[in-house]
């Protein structure tokens, strides 16, 4: 894709990677409007990037996506691409009785959400000459961490998703692309400075350099083991990083 001169809706796009992408984006001559449900980040982040706007967005919220796709095609009709980033992670325990009500808020957010918003743009989209879709996953899309197993599950429902919203608008203007992040250091869960994980800064830079090519995904060579482990042999590759997870915690705040 090209990497100027495009109108630029991002969700979650007041912090970690949706900021990222948005103040790089928005450094090469895009109009960037990102999305976000506080309105004080919302405004931080506009300040310190000005000509850049903001929509208040809970991505949650069926109604809320309709008004707000409705004021974005009315206000921003070269609106091209949309970036379905926002997302939450919490932890679950597969080994306990469920959370009802943290599953629903945690598909709500991460499947339904880009899948809602893809929706209610798409029509729009398509009379664009050119148009694209880019949807956040992750490589726990393909090799799942089991102390997030649902978020894992999330992500991995986002791939399948891409790869036949991909197939499905094949013939018209909108191209499908899909980031796979590795693990990066962000407030997903809390910075950590963990130094398996890799910083904000030289994920955006090699995302940004990878998409202006990509035609289907954008996995940074840090991610791309996990990512190329899928298939056959997966299961020791997921008990290997599991394992190793236990053996060696995150550092908590």
Do not use: C
């Not at 928005?26 to 310190?48: F, M, P, Q, Y």
């Not at 325990?93 to 339904?112: E, H, S, Y």
């Not at 693990?183 to 202006?212: H, N, Y």
């Amino acid at each position: 894709m090209k990497l100027s001169g495009n109108t630029i809706f991002i969700t979650g796009g007041t912090s970690g990677i949706g900021r990222g992408l948005a103040e790089a984006f928005h450094s090469r001559g895009n109009k960037v409007i990102i999305g976000g449900r506080r309105k004080a980040l919302l405004d931080e982040v506009t300040k310190a990037n000005p000509g850049m706007d903001a929509v208040e967005l809970d991505v949650s919220d069926p109604a809320q996506i309709a008004s707000v796709s409705r004021h974005l095609i009315e206000t921003y009709p070269a609106l091209n691409v949309v970036i379905n980033n926002a997302g939450i992670m919490p932890f679950d325990d597969v080994t306990r009785p469920f959370d009802d009500a943290q599953a629903a808020q945690l598909i709500d957010t991460n499947m339904l959400g880009p899948i809602r918003i893809s929706g209610a743009l798409i029509e729009h989209l398509k009379q664009q000459p050119e148009a694209f879709i880019i949807n956040n996953s992750s490589v726990v899309a393909y090799i799942p961490i089991a102390m997030a197993a649902l978020y894992s599950a999330t992500k991995a429902a986002i791939h399948s998703y891409s790869l036949s919203q991909r197939f499905a608008l094949r013939n018209t203007s909108v191209r499908v692309l899909e980031i796979a992040p590795p693990w990066v250091d962000t407030d997903l869960i809390f910075k950590s400075g963990d130094p398996r994980a890799m910083q904000l800064e030289p994920f955006i830079a090699e995302t940004m350099a990878l998409l202006e090519s990509a035609t289907t995904e954008v996995v940074v060579e840090a991610g791309r083991q996990l990512r190329d482990s899928a298939g056959p042999n997966e299961h020791e590759v997921v008990n290997y990083l599991n394992q190793m997870i236990i053996d060696e915690p995150l550092p908590m705040p």
